[in-house]
């Protein structure tokens, strides 16, 4: 647990900022933040409480969620913008990385290396540049994804299906693998849909390209190997940081171990080649998206010196965690 880690220059907070997308590897990377930041690590939920006067208007822990603040004291806000941020980063002094499922900072551009902060979302008060932030998140192949969130929500507590509001989930809780499909093939262009359900638009993608540069990228089919990459870049703001892990979270390892193949033939036959197709064609987008950060991470590697030597040393740390959990 690295408590010490602070800002290079001394005056500049430097904060990991983790966009939580569901169902990508995003569990295990929070459990990398909570071992390398301890309390300073903020794991967000997507709640805030009702009464703004009893408690501080910014999104609770998940730690907090039925215990220090009841349910019935929270309302679910999917929104998550710039003003958020910093607003929670303002009210905690001491966080240095921050995770919130479903992130997208729409009309923001959070530039890390310039200490740069440009959006709408009345930020003014903070271009003062106290902070130094670092947008990560991880993308998947949009086919396992949407099957492994059909799982996901079925084991989801029922107070979290009471809270969604959103009719894909109360489908996944009654429904089959192929139900649920169709329901999102027959519901693609549906705008009022639950935040952490990502449909990329044209513009959402522009918006993502633009400000590339601006994140760190990962792809779940590539985790390893989009862990290296970061861990080159963040090594300068964060002196001594490791993201090595022992284990995958919150994840079927039979399908984390089949290959691609496999995994595409098992959904197939659950739900028919017909609607595997429709499915796809009804999300380019996300495909689109997905392909460009997948050229990106290649980028990256391409830059980096002796990336397989970096590789190896990684997945022998990975291996001396795993070997020392089992013992």
């Keep these: 647990m690295k408590l010490f880690i602070k800002c290079v220059d001394g005056k500049l907070r430097n904060v990991i900022l983790h966009m939580h997308f569901p169902k990508t590897g995003g569990s295990t990377f929070n459990s990398i933040l909570n071992r390398e930041f301890g309390k300073k690590h903020y794991a967000l939920s997507f709640f805030k409480p009702k009464n703004n006067a009893k408690f501080h208007n910014s999104n609770i822990c998940w730690s907090d969620v039925g215990g220090t603040h009841e349910i019935s004291e929270l309302t679910p806000v999917w929104e998550f913008d710039a003003t958020d941020i910093f607003d929670m980063l303002e009210y905690n002094k001491d966080a240095i990385a921050v995770s919130r499922h479903g992130i997208f900072l729409e009309h923001t551009n959070l530039n890390a290396d310039n200490n740069e902060f440009d959006g709408t979302n009345n930020i003014k008060d903070f271009r003062s540049k106290k902070y130094n932030i670092f947008p990560i998140f991880f993308l998947r192949k949009i086919l396992f994804w949407h099957m492994s969130l059909y799982f996901q929500q079925r084991r989801d ?156 040393n990684f997945e022998r740390r990975c291996q001396r965690r795993a070997l020392a959990k089992r013992e």
């Design 157 to 312: 507590p029922e107070y979290m299906v009471r809270s969604s509001y959103d009719p894909r989930v109360i489908v996944a809780k009654t429904g089959n693998l192929r139900e649920y499909t169709q329901f999102c093939v027959d519901h693609a262009n549906d705008l009022d849909y639950h935040k952490i359900m990502f449909n990329w638009t044209e513009y959402a993608i522009d918006m993502m390209v633009r400000h590339i540069k601006l994140y760190q990228i990962g792809i779940t089919e590539r985790y390893n190997e989009s862990l290296v990459v970061m861990e080159q870049k963040l090594a300068k703001y964060f002196p001594g940081i490791d993201l090595s892990y022992s284990t995958w979270i919150n994840v079927d390892e039979n399908r984390r171990t089949n290959t691609e193949m496999q995994n595409m033939s098992e959904l197939k036959k659950w739900i028919g080649e017909e609607l595997v197709e429709k499915f796809t064609t009804s999300y380019p987008q996300s495909t689109k998206l997905y392909n460009i950060i997948n050229a990106e991470l290649d980028n990256r590697i391409s830059c980096i010196p002796d990336f397989g030597q970096k590789m190896d």
